[in-house]
């Protein structure tokens, strides 16, 4: 059976068992009390919808509507972070960040998140992003920059961003859109921050920084441990960037939201506050493998996959939601998640829609509120 197959069935039967993962480095209460329970519950619906996209889009495969399938699940906890900086902080993301665009999406009005990228699913020329070219994050109206798989590339740029916002407070410039108390966000994965222009990019930070020049930039890695076949190395990130010159470094769980969310607002506030450069380490985990036509147990042990696929961030969220009585009434979670992933890859099973027939419930404009997937 497919691995996407595989975590969608184990969700629907560990929740209806009550089988939820433990917490790892739990957070306190302080972090659960510092986030309202409706932005604790829009960042988990936030990180469902990004999964139902994922199913969709290797459904849409398989019917010979779409192409590229890499995938964020797993890395779903960058909906916190999204929702620990504000709308109008440049955000240079990742590939896996999905959750994290849908999650801003929500806190701009007048988006069609859902819509827009079923649309680049399918390369069609009326995709917003890159008129059909790509499979490609992206959006002027959330201030994300369009970003293909080309990895590392986007550091360079952001680091250039993140330094354009001090040099416009000293020349102001004839165009201007970065606030002067903006931010700069960059995301990659742990593989892409040992690419030399990742490298490069990180030390002209550390190196500016030093200098006392104004660089107000957020690196954010997403550390799932591998890159494609190629496991990184135990602890490498966190020793290999803890202690660089000039770039605080935070680290936090991407599979618990209510943690995430508190200490990328506080890597977030030193960044906007002290115009330096920081570096979030966040724990993520790899689901569906590296993308569709992947088979993560040819390389790894099926124990490997299985412990990955047992810390599914959703889980962690239903765990936390209920622990902080988010939601009401507590089967509200399951209930989303049923709305949202009704089916698992097959688009063809069980009755349920071909992948050509998606709708959006309510008909007029898609709008993620109310999309079926
Ligand atoms: C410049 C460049 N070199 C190589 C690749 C092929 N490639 C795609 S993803 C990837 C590994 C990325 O791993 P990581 O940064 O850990 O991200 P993850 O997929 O694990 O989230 C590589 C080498 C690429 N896309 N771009
Ligand atoms: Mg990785």
């Known amino acids: 059976?497919?691995?996407?197959?595989?975590?969608?069935?184990?969700?629907?039967?560990?929740?209806?068992?009550?089988?939820?993962?433990?917490?790892?480095?739990?957070?306190?209460?302080?972090?659960?009390?510092?986030?309202?329970?409706?932005?604790?519950?829009?960042?988990?619906?936030?990180?469902?919808?990004?999964?139902?996209?994922?199913?969709?889009?290797?459904?849409?495969?398989?019917?010979?509507q779409g192409f590229y399938t890499i995938g964020s699940s797993g890395h779903e906890g960058m909906a916190a972070v999204a929702r620990a900086l504000r709308p109008d902080d440049m955000a240079f993301l990742h590939y896996r960040d999905a959750a994290f665009q849908i999650a801003r999406a929500d806190q701009v009005p007048g988006q069609r998140i859902a819509w827009d990228m079923l649309l680049s699913f399918a390369c069609?020329?009326?995709?917003?992003?890159?008129?059909?070219?790509?499979?490609?994050?992206?959006?002027?109206?959330?201030?994300?920059?369009?970003?293909?798989?080309t990895i590392a590339s986007h550091l360079p740029k952001a680091v250039g961003a993140a330094y354009s916002i001090g040099a416009a407070k000293r020349h102001a410039p004839e165009h201007r859109i970065l606030p002067h108390d903006g931010i700069v966000m960059c995301?990659?994965?742990d593989a892409s921050a040992n690419h030399s222009t990742a490298q490069g990019a990180i030390n002209t930070a550390a190196w500016t920084s030093v200098q006392s020049i104004p660089l107000p930039l957020l690196?954010?890695?997403?550390?799932?441990?591998?890159?494609?076949?190629?496991?990184?190395?135990?602890?490498?990130?966190?020793?290999?960037?803890?202690?660089?010159?000039?770039?605080?470094?935070?680290?936090?769980?991407?599979?618990?939201?209510?943690?995430?969310h508190a200490v990328a607002q506080e890597a977030a506030d030193y960044v906007r506050r002290r115009r330096k450069?920081?570096?979030?380490?966040l724990r993520t985990v790899r689901l569906y493998g590296h993308a569709g036509a992947d088979v993560p147990t040819t390389y790894l042990s099926k124990s490997e996959v299985e412990a990955d696929e047992a810390n599914d961030p959703l889980l962690h969220s239903v765990r936390l939601l209920q622990e902080a009585a988010a939601l009401s009434p507590a089967g509200g979670?399951?209930?989303?998640?049923?709305?949202?992933?009704?089916?698992?890859e097959d688009p063809r099973r069980g009755g349920d829609a071909p992948?050509?027939?998606?709708?959006?419930?309510?008909?007029?404009?898609p709008d993620p509120a109310n999309a079926r997937l």
Not at 277 to 281: E, I, R, S, V
Request: aromatic letters at 6%; a positive charge.
């Open 1 to 64: 059976m497919d691995r996407a197959q595989i975590v969608h069935q184990n969700f629907l039967d560990r929740v209806a068992a009550g089988a939820l993962p433990p917490k790892g480095a739990a957070a306190g209460a302080g972090e659960k009390a510092g986030l309202a329970p409706e932005t604790a519950v829009a960042i988990y619906r936030a990180q469902v919808l990004s999964r139902a996209l994922d199913i969709t889009s290797r459904a849409m495969q398989k019917a010979g």
């Open 124 to 149: 069609s020329s009326e995709d917003p992003t890159s008129g059909g070219r790509h499979k490609v994050l992206g959006s002027k109206a959330l201030m994300i920059p369009p970003q293909t798989s």
């Open 187 to 189: 995301s990659f994965g």
């Open 219 to 260: 690196f954010v890695c997403e550390d799932n441990g591998i890159g494609i076949s190629t496991k990184t190395p135990k602890g490498w990130i966190e020793t290999s960037m803890s202690a660089r010159p000039g770039i605080k470094y935070f680290k936090t769980d991407g599979l618990d939201l209510y943690q995430a």
């Open 277 to 281: 450069p920081a570096f979030l380490h």
């Open 333 to 344: 979670s399951e209930d989303l998640y049923r709305d949202l992933c009704p089916r698992g």
């Open 355 to 365: 992948a050509s027939q998606i709708r959006c419930r309510g008909g007029g404009q």
